[in-house]
Every structure is written in C-alpha cells, then in structure tokens.
C-alpha cells in the first residue's frame, strides 16, 4: 500500500483559502472534483508546486512533478469543498493514513467554525 505524507503547503494554502472565504459549503463531491482533464488543463496553465497546493498527501517515493505524487485532492482547482475535506477524511481513515486523516479533519473544523456551522 501507498504511503502519505502530509503536504504542509497545501494546508496552508487551504487555511489561506479558508481565511478568504473561498469555499463551497454544499457540493456533491461525486460531481465537482476535478477529473483527469480537469487537472491537465491545470497543469497548463499552472505549476506543479501550484498543483500540489491542491493536494493533502504526498506519496512517498513518487517522483516530484508527476500525478501520482499527489493524493487527496480537497477542491475543485479554485476552491475547497467540504464535500472535499469529508472525502479526504473518510478515504485516509478507511486506508489508515492517519497525519492525513488528521490533516483533513482539522481543515474542515477550521472551515465549518469560519462559516458558522455549530
């Protein structure tokens, strides 16, 4: 099985996103994450440091600049979702990658105190 670290940049990124309120609340994931084009036509036009950003794990052993590098994908290349965050939960604590569990659900505690939700 793959092994994940915790991509610090992208959380910050994700934090930086919360603090600007640039999330969607209600979005069925299934729908708005990116697809394979999606994320090449990203990669036009974007670097891969600003790829990764997008991205919660980093697999470990991968090499830099390919898109197997990165794992658990938290928005739709513009912004979070938090049907995203709750993916990112649910598929790291299923596949027991813990930091990015931990990752992810402290991102989406940070988001639902920013909007409000109790």
């Not at 969607?24 to 994931?29: A, G, R, T, Y």
Request: proline letters at 1%; aromatic letters at 10%.
């Amino acid at each position: 099985m793959a092994r994940y670290e915790v991509n610090d940049a992208a959380v910050d990124k994700a934090r930086a996103m919360i603090a600007a309120r640039q999330y969607v609340l209600d979005s069925d994931w299934g729908e708005v994450q990116p697809s394979a084009d999606d994320e090449n036509a990203f990669l036009e036009r974007h670097s891969w440091d600003e790829y990764a950003a997008w991205h919660l794990g980093l697999t470990v052993g991968a090499n830099d600049e390919t898109k197997a590098r990165h794992a658990f994908v938290y928005g739709d290349l513009r912004r979070i979702h938090r049907s995203g965050l709750i993916a990112c939960v649910y598929r790291a604590s299923e596949w027991r990658h813990k930091q990015v569990e931990i990752a992810a659900h402290e991102l989406l505690q940070e988001l639902d105190r920013a909007a409000g939700i109790d």
